[in-house]
């Protein structure tokens, strides 16, 4: 039920209408039972001229109508005026179904939307490590399946749930008004329907997870295998890749069919228990027919009456299908929504002042997680406002952990991270990023115009800024190229510009946003070496005059920076020139021997 209740809380802001529809639904049911009671007087009265007989003592008001019921002359007249007041009350009655059904469908998307944007929202506010925690596909699946399934819930679940639950209720009163003892019979033995129901619900729940997950695994699959099908055709593992999604995709299959033989099994069992009640109504009332005790029309009411209750008992079976496994969906998109942040802006957070004197690291070391272990190991290193600061090292030794913890990508385990004195833990995330632009080793783009990759950073750029930008990256000659030139969208994550031609717009990005720091993080890793020539040149222009920290395996590309940090396992070994390092530091000369044999 606490679950439940949380799920219901989605439909924070739309309780009006909510609550709307389950009053017009309320109505409804009501109109929907008691259209069926024209078919006593057109029974007994016309059709059989009887008086119309029931057995229990029935309240003032309805004794009378009854009374006069019973004293009219069967005639085509009344036939013609109760088939008109039997037709009046279904028109009504559809009017008010259509009205519920539409604004409980409105509520419905309005819950999906919410909760889609709550879900994006709050992934967008996650820190960097949570990334490193979760798949792609995971947390695409909450966004799109599992939101999906607690759609189901909200629409055709809430709708039944009211529905069938005020329908079940007016028929039990007409089943009492009827014979009293007969019903008290009848709903004594009804609950046995709810003990199947409620064991196949639990284990519906727990199967419900299952599918969401394997679900998941699809989404990471096909996300990975479509955004690297050039590796996969490059490595010639089209049906290894098959296969894994054969087995994925019949894993939910089963899981799945598990799921319908629970859910479509209610069906046949609360029919075969229906057909007991139904043979003991006939025998209870064979001998009150018999004995004129009960009209046949009164009989009939009654034995609408019970069985139409079974019908809504199926779907409410059906519901707490549905709710449970909306419950397990629940779950896991509160495993997102519940989920903190690790790096977050402190409330009272200020404004940070351009750069103006240094960027300082203090006694910082830093760890991923427990299983990780340490990354970096008590470094401290000061970066002058003006200066080129080189970070080199081998694979792994956490350079771009390091670089990664000035925008705040991350915050340090134990010591400070400070701008002109400030520790960027009490400065907003806005004012300290927007003064940094980042180019990395791997180019991010989006499937959108190569102009809107570029003004990413600032959307109000105009056309010409655009373009200088792209000369500068030189870029612009294979953009105007293309077939729309800015306007040409490049397909999902750039598919349709070669590594170099990627990189290109990314490093454009960067000198559109003119920032006063710059971090490059293998900025020319991707291209062929006559770009690099080029971007190089492009790159010592845009560094004049500014803070740069940049990050690269290839030491010919850092040998004028003013300062070269050199990191092994985590710790600062070697600080100082490019001349003095290969004097100093055996692992700089050893890393700059080696590419310098491989490069010549």
């Known amino acids: ?78 036939l013609v005026q109760l088939s008109l007041i039997f037709t009046g009350l279904i028109l009504f009655k559809n009017l008010l179904v259509f009205g519920y059904q539409y604004m409980m469908s409105d509520v419905s998307q309005r819950v999906m939307r919410d909760i889609r944007y709550l879900l994006y929202n709050k992934i967008q506010s996650l820190s960097l490590d949570y990334f490193s925690k979760k798949r792609t596909g995971e947390l695409v699946s909450r966004i799109t399946h599992d939101v999906n399934v607690i759609e189901n819930a909200v629409s055709y679940g809430l709708i039944d749930l009211f529905r069938q639950t005020f329908t079940i209720i007016f028929w039990i009163i007409m089943a009492f008004f009827i014979d009293s003892a007969a019903a008290i019979l009848i709903f004594v033995l009804f609950p046995l329907i709810g003990i199947p129901m409620n064991s196949i619900g639990r284990k519906l729940k727990k199967i419900s997870r299952g599918i969401q997950e394997k679900m998941a695994d699809i989404n990471s699959h ?35 069919m598990k799921s319908v033989k629970r859910m479509i099994v209610l069906s046949p069992l609360t029919e075969v228990i229906g057909s007991v009640f139904g043979a003991l109504l006939i025998v209870w009332f064979g001998k009150k027919l018999m004995t004129a005790e009960l009209s046949f029309g009164v009989f009939a009411l009654f034995f609408a009456s019970i069985m139409s209750i079974i019908s809504p008992i199926k779907k409410l079976g059906n519901v707490n299908a549905l709710i449970h496994q909306a419950l397990a969906a629940n779950d896991r998109i509160y495993d997102v929504l519940d989920a903190q942040p690790t790096v977050v802006e402190k409330p009272d957070a200020a404004t940070l002042s351009e750069l103006s004197r240094s960027i300082k690291i203090d006694h910082v070391s830093f760890q991923y997680d427990q299983e990780s272990g340490p990354v970096l190991h008590d470094v401290s290193l000061e970066v002058k406002k003006g200066e080129i ?70 959307r109000e750029a105009t056309p010409d800024e655009i373009e200088a930008a792209a000369r500068k990256a030189f870029a612009h000659g294979f953009i105007e190229k293309m077939s729309q030139g800015y306007d040409t969208f490049i397909g999902d994550r750039g598919f349709r510009l070669s590594g170099g031609e ?87 000369k050893r890393l700059y021997d080696m590419q310098f044999s491989v490069e010549n």
């Open 502 to 588: 990627k990189q290109r717009i990314s490093i454009a990005r960067a000198i559109l946003k003119d920032p006063p720091l710059l971090i490059l993080d293998e900025a020319t890793s991707q291209l062929d070496s006559e770009s690099e020539k080029y971007i190089q040149e492009a790159l010592d222009q845009l560094m004049k005059g500014r803070t740069v920290v940049a990050i690269a395996h290839r030491l010919s590309t850092i040998k004028k920076a003013d300062k070269i940090i050199v990191l092994e396992h985590g710790r600062v070994i070697g600080t100082g020139s490019h001349d003095a390092l290969l004097g100093s530091c055996a692992l700089y």
């Open 222 to 256: 096909l996300l990975e295998t479509i955004s690297g099908i050039q590796l996969v055709k490059a490595f010639g593992t089209e049906q290894y890749e098959v296969g894994r999604f054969k087995g994925e995709n019949h894993a939910y299959y089963k899981l799945k």
């Open 1 to 78: 039920m606490k679950n439940y209740l949380k799920m219901l809380q989605f439909l924070k802001g739309h309780e009006k209408l909510f609550v709307l529809s389950v009053v017009i639904m309320f109505v409804a049911s009501f109109f929907e039972v008691f259209q069926f009671t024209m078919i006593v007087p057109m029974v007994d009265v016309v059709f059989n001229n009887k008086d119309i007989a029931v057995p229990n003592k029935l309240p003032g008001f309805i004794e009378g109508v009854i009374s006069r019921l019973n004293a009219v002359e069967p005639t085509i007249s009344l």
């Open 389 to 458: 600061v080189a970070i080199v090292g081998p694979t792994g030794t956490g350079k771009t952990t390091l670089a990664n913890l000035i925008p705040r990508f991350y915050d340090p385990t134990t010591g400070a991270v400070t701008m002109d004195g400030v520790n960027l833990k009490d400065v907003t995330f806005r004012s300290l990023r927007n003064q940094i632009g980042i180019v990395t080793q791997d180019s991010i783009l989006f499937n959108d115009k190569v102009s809107a990759n570029i003004s990413y950073g600032r």
